[in-house]
C-alpha cells in the first residue's frame, strides 16, 4: 500500500470505496456512514496516474476537483455502481464513456450554494467599492491617503447584476445582489419559464442581450461545448466599458487570454475569478503574467483566487457527507439522486 494511500476496513466487508484525491485529515465521517458495508481507500492523487489499480475493484467511487477520471480509468473499473463527483462541476468526469459502460455519474449540487454565491457577491463588491485596488496600491505606498486612487466609482443599486445560468448558486447570487437593489437580468436557455416571475428577475433570450447593459457580470453555468469559452475577446467588447466580470463558475467558460488587454484599454473595469481552466495555471499564462506586474493595470484590478469559493467548514462536510452517503445509497442499491449521465439504477 503507497504511503499516500489510507484504507479502514469493517469486519467481513463485501464493497470497496475509493476515494480519488482531496483526501481530508480524518476519514471518521466516511466510517461513520459506510463503515458497515464498504472498505474505504483513500487516495492523495495528484493526477489519474497516481491512482493504484485497486482501483479496479472499486464498488464506488468518489472525485473531487484536483484530477480528471477520464476513459483510462473507466475502462478499469470491473464492478463500479457510481462514481460520485464530490461538487457541483461534472466535467472532471468523462460522464459519457461512463454511460456507455452503465456506470452512474452523480454530483452532489447544493453542498456550497451559500459560500460560492457569497464569494461572487464579495469580488463584486471587492472590485465595485475600489477595496482591493485601495489595498494594493495603499500598500505599495504609490497613492495618498484618499478615496481618489479609485474615481469614478459608481453607486450598485440601479445598476444590472447579470447571471449567466440561473441553477442553484446563480440564483442565489442574483438574489443577494437583488437584496443590494441591483437590477438583476439572466441568461438561461434551459431554464423553464416562470422563474423569472417568481423571483422578480428580468430574463433576456439572448447572451447579446444580456451583456449590451450589463455592469457586473456573473458566471454560473456549468462548463460544456455551448458555454467553453462563452466569454472571451468577442463577448468582452459587448459588454459596456468599465464593466466588471466574475466567474465563480468552471474555468473553462471564460477565455482568460482577453482580460489583460481588456483590463489594460478600460473595457473591463476590473475581473475577479476563482477558477480558471489550469488549475494551477502554468507560470506564463498571460493573465497571471499581468496579474504579477506592479507595472500592468491587472495588478489591482484582477483578483484570483484558487478555486476555493466552494469552501467553508460547514459546506466541507457537506460534500463529503452528502458524496458519502449517495456512495451509500448505491451500495445498498437503492435510487440514486442527481445523476447527471442519465444512468438510473435501484428501486
Partial sequence: MSVNELRIAPEAAASRVVITDLLPPSLELERQILGDLAELEACQAASEDDLS????????????????????????????????????GFDNVDHAFARERGIPVANVPDYGTEEVADSAIGLMLA?????NRLNSRLRNGVEPWSYTPVTPLH??????????????????AAMRAKALGMQVSFYDPYKADGY??????????????????????????????ETKAMIGEKTIGQMPRGAYLVNTARG????????????????LAGAGLDVLEQEPPAADDPLLIAWRDPN????????????????????????????????????????????????????
Avoid: W
Avoid at 475493484?57 to 476513459?71: F, S
Avoid at 472590485?127 to 477595496?131: A, K, N, S
Fill in 53 to 88: 489499480d485497486s482501483i479496479a475493484e472499486a464498488d464506488a467511487v468518489m472525485v473531487y476537483h484536483t484530477i480528471r477520471i477520464t476513459e483510462k480509468t473507466i475502462r478499469k473499473l470491473k464492478k463500479c455502481r457510481l462514481i460520485v463527483r464530490c461538487g457541483v
Fill in 127 to 131: 472590485m465595485t467599492r475600489g477595496i
Fill in 155 to 172: 453607486r450598485l443599486r440601479g445598476r444590472q447584476f447579470s447571471v449567466v445560468g440561473l441553477g442553484r448558486i446563480g440564483t442565489a
Fill in 196 to 225: 423569472d416571475k417568481a423571483l422578480g428577475l428580468r430574463r433576456v433570450e439572448t447572451l447579446e442581450e444580456l451583456l449590451e447593459t450589463t455592469a457586473v457580470l456573473s458566471m454560473h453555468c456549468p462548463l460544456t461545448v
Fill in 252 to 267: 473553462g467558460v471564460v477565455d482568460t487570454r482577453a482580460i489583460p488587454d481588456a483590463i489594460a484599454s478600460g473595457q
Fill in 296 to 347: 500592468h493595470p491587472a495588478y489591482d484590478r484582477v483578483i484570483l483566487n484558487s478555486h476555493t469559493a466552494f469552501y467553508s467548514e460547514e459546506g466541507l462536510l457537506d460534500m463529503r457527507r452528502k458524496g458519502t452517503e449517495t456512495c451509500r445509497r448505491a451500495l445498498l442499491g437503492l435510487p440514486l439522486r442527481n445523476i447527471v449521465n442519465g444512468v438510473i439504477v435501484g428501486g
